[in-house]
């Protein structure tokens, strides 16, 4: 199987919005209150600016993995939508995915990345660790803990 980690392009729309919202459904149902997909709809616009990009594994013509840079403040990165199709995962797209973010995050001038998750998105929670990643913060919003993991460049 071929694939390539490229920026997103418009094309990409359909296929990288029914590839979160699958995800979503199937593994983390319980959790779709903790997070709006708004940004879902205008994924170019949303991570549009100077500092910002979306990030998409392309797997022969097929989106297979996901993540986005938002600028949250002068020297500050969101990493978000860090998602990775079942039946792809086990083959490195989720690291290759993390390097990218926090390569972008370096080459634009950013000192720290910051990334939420649920505490049942275990295995983002663990790559993003193995990466380099420290916990920040935990916050109980609405019966969920919302993990905020942080890293220094």
Do not use: W
Request: net charge positive; hydrophobic share 40%; proline share 1%.
């Amino acid at each position: 199987m071929e694939h390539a980690l490229r920026k997103f392009e418009s094309k990409d729309a359909p296929m990288v919005k029914d590839l979160i919202l699958a995800i979503l459904a199937k593994e983390y149902p319980f959790d779709k209150s903790a997070y709006s997909d708004s940004d879902l709809d205008k994924i170019g616009q949303t991570y549009g600016g100077k500092r910002e990009t979306f990030f998409v594994i392309d797997e022969d013509g097929k989106i297979a993995g996901t993540v986005g840079i938002k600028e949250d403040a002068k020297d500050e990165a969101l990493m978000r939508r860090l998602f990775v199709s079942a039946d792809c995962r086990k083959r490195g797209y989720g690291t290759e995915l993390v390097d990218a973010a926090v390569k972008f995050c370096r080459e634009n001038g950013y000192k720290k990345i910051f990334f939420r998750c649920t505490g049942r998105m275990k295995d983002a929670m663990s790559l993003c660790a193995k990466k380099g990643f420290v916990k920040a913060e935990e916050l109980e919003i609405s019966g969920f803990k919302i993990h905020k993991l942080e890293f220094s460049i």
